[in-house]
């Protein structure tokens, strides 16, 4: 794009080495977002950047340039650099255009949910507190909400704009200059806020340098590079690997084929505009490429054209449960390949580490209760189901380690390398050295096996308690808690009491005896892990809350039981926990709970 400043030489203009050095010159720094995008338009003006999968047309790398240089233009008028821009949108290309015009304006944006639920309405508020925006931008759908909460909450002082309402996207005259500089690598281009369970949500700040660095090893470990089509489950929301994923497409000069606002699509719909749109890299939770098996009929599976889709990505603590060996076997005759399973990890640092080539490596628990892997034996993802029979055995992910992305497994306290098989958290290369994830993990071989959250790790009767392990394990008791979600976490009473929080499936004409299902879990935890579960609640499916990326969100779930504001089933509570956290006496009828409709397909809690 003509005018535009590249920052890809010297200051004097000088893009060779250093001749007179006696060392080699440090590797050059990957190009920011801003200048990609630019590329992109002056190279492959008509390429496709961004589509939305139910829609016609979409916006080109020439048009998307356009956009976000307009907007830029209004916000660099009514802003200063480093001013934030908070953005409240549901999702969608709106959502896109005004992050890209805060990056190209070298503003801050800093993304909030829509307010809505009550925990919706209590991060927008914290989020708008703590950053202190110059400006509010939304769009039409979602106007009427962040008024009424800009109103409710006090925060009149700030600016709102609804951006598909103004004049905002309308470009330069031809010829004009670009008023715009490309931003510093240094300066902050975005604010993140990551829930953490015993601090609420933590602050991150990403430089454009950090921005770029990150999608570009995202881009390239992903496969992602240009004319290359991706898609996810979800519109890409703020905060979320899926709004990262179509960064990262556009990084590479790809095209982002993104959901408009709404409710997920339903499975067998996800799989119809993967094949429609010959989408090669998509991904979701392992709930859902669960539900696509339970929920797509033969009769589609023969229609369909998976053959294309060369990475299908999910989470990595997700990995290991069976579903994508569950998924391949099922959609083998539409052409899916059990290879494409492709796991993903992702830091609160903002990195994707993909592994293409990932394993699954069984271990015992209680060798990981004493901080040592001792592996049992080993599968590929998406070949083989790993066995959840055993309460004593729990399957872990192995990743690869890129070359260009060391990553290390240190002592949390002392931040000594730690030996292999031996726990400590992982820790990765960032901007100012080594980063600390806050996430376990072990070496073996040449993979890094994820074992759980250091703040998520509990301490119940003496005893370590990895609580994704134990929530695996609980879903593998009886089918009336296969596919459904569950939660574990521990609450203060006389002493910290664990708690299990499960949905009861409900998709079928059977009846269960909710008595029967909550002693069986107490049960089995004590008899055959050692761990006694004085409490556990049953909830209708859909109850259990979810993070983004399809995961309980225990902190929240935790909240909602000490506030007493979980629609239960059934409880069993502690005497003590009841004392607590309940205000009425307990009720103990026999309780039959006949399967009904299950919550929608793909729905995203």
């Known amino acids: 794009m003509s005018g535009r400043v590249s920052g890809m030489g010297t200051e004097d203009g000088n893009d060779g080495p250093d001749h007179g050095a006696d060392h080699r010159a440090a590797p050059r720094p990957p190009a920011g977002l801003v200048e990609r995008i630019g590329e992109h338009a002056a190279r492959a003006p008509s390429r496709i950047a961004v589509m939305e999968a139910e829609g016609?047309?979409?916006?080109?790398?020439?048009?998307?340039?356009?956009?976000?240089?307009?907007?830029?233009a209004w916000?660099?008028?009514?802003?200063?650099p480093g001013d934030r821009v908070l953005l409240v949108y549901s999702a969608g290309c709106?959502?896109?255009?005004s992050l890209l015009g805060c990056l190209y304006a070298g503003v801050t944006a800093v993304a909030a949910p829509v307010p809505g639920p009550p925990w919706h309405l209590a991060s927008a508020t914290g989020r708008a507190l703590d950053a202190e925006p110059r400006v509010v931008l939304t769009d039409i759908r979602d106007l009427m909400a962040v008024a009424d909460w800009m109103g409710q909450d006090g925060l009149p002082r700030m600016s709102l704009l609804t951006t598909d309402l103004a004049d905002l996207d309308v470009p330069a005259a031809p010829g004009a200059p670009p008023p715009l500089r490309p931003p510093a690598p240094d300066s902050v281009a975005l604010l993140r806020y990551v829930p953490r369970p015993a601090a609420g949500a933590e602050r991150l700040t990403h430089t454009h340098g950090e921005v770029a660095r990150h999608l570009d090893l995202t881009s390239r470990v992903m496969g992602l590079a240009e004319g290359v089509r991706s898609g996810a489950w979800l519109p890409p929301q703020p905060g979320t690997g899926d709004l990262r994923q179509v960064l990262a497409a556009l990084y590479a000069g790809g095209t982002a084929i993104t959901l408009p606002p709404g409710e997920p699509v339903p499975p067998r719909r996800w799989l119809e505009l993967i094949d429609r749109h010959r989408i090669e890299v998509s991904g979701a939770p392992a709930r859902f490429y669960d539900e696509c098996v339970r929920g797509v009929p033969?009769?589609?599976?023969?229609?369909?054209?998976?053959?294309?889709?060369?990475?299908?990505?999910i989470e990595a603590d997700q990995?290991?449960?069976?579903?994508?060996?569950?998924?391949?076997?099922?959609?083998?005759p539409a052409g899916f390949r059990p290879e494409a399973f492709t796991?993903?990890?992702?830091?609160?640092?903002?990195?994707?580490?993909v592994s293409t080539s990932p394993a699954i490596t069984d271990a015992g628990v209680r060798s990981l209760e004493r901080g040592v892997l001792e592996p049992l034996r080993s599968c590929s993802l998406g070949t083989e189901a790993a066995a959840q029979a055993d309460p004593g055995v729990v399957s872990l992910v192995g990743l690869e380690v890129p070359p260009d992305m060391p990553v290390g497994v240190v002592d949390p306290g002392t931040g000594e390398a730690m030996p292999d098989l031996r726990i400590g958290e992982i820790e990765m290369a960032g901007a100012d050295g080594r980063e600390r994830t806050g996430d376990l993990g072990v070496r073996y071989g040449d993979r890094v096996y994820l074992v759980g959250r250091s703040d998520e790790t509990l301490s119940a009767y003496g005893r370590t308690v990895y609580p994704g392990f134990v929530e695996r394990w609980v879903r593998g008791l009886h089918r009336a808690f296969k596919g459904a979600i569950?939660?574990?976490?521990?609450v203060p009473a006389l002493r910290e009491e664990l708690v299990v929080v499960h949905e009861v499936r409900q998709d079928g004409a059977e009846e269960f005896c909710l008595p029967s299902l909550a002693w069986t879990i107490r049960d089995a935890l004590a008899r055959r892990s050692g761990v006694r579960a004085g409490s556990v609640v049953l909830l209708p499916a859909g109850e259990v809350p979810c993070n983004a990326e399809g995961g309980v969100n225990r902190a929240l779930l935790r909240d909602l039981f000490m506030a007493d504001a979980l629609e239960s089933l059934h409880e069993e509570l502690d005497q003590e926990v009841r004392r607590r956290y309940r205000r009425e006496p307990p009720i103990h009828p026999v309780r039959l709970i006949r399967s009904r409709a299950r919550r929608p397909a793909g729905s995203a809690t």
């Open 75 to 80: 916000l660099s008028g009514h802003c200063a």
């Open 56 to 72: 016609a047309g979409g916006l080109t790398y020439a048009e998307l340039d356009a956009v976000a240089m307009a907007r830029a």
């Open 343 to 353: 796991a993903c990890y992702s830091p609160a640092s903002w990195t994707t580490l």
């Open 486 to 490: 569950g939660g574990v976490f521990t």
């Open 94 to 97: 709106e959502l896109l255009k």
């Open 298 to 313: 033969p009769e589609t599976v023969d229609r369909l054209d998976l053959s294309h889709w060369r990475r299908a990505l």
């Open 319 to 332: 990995a290991a449960e069976g579903a994508p060996a569950r998924f391949a076997a099922r959609f083998a």
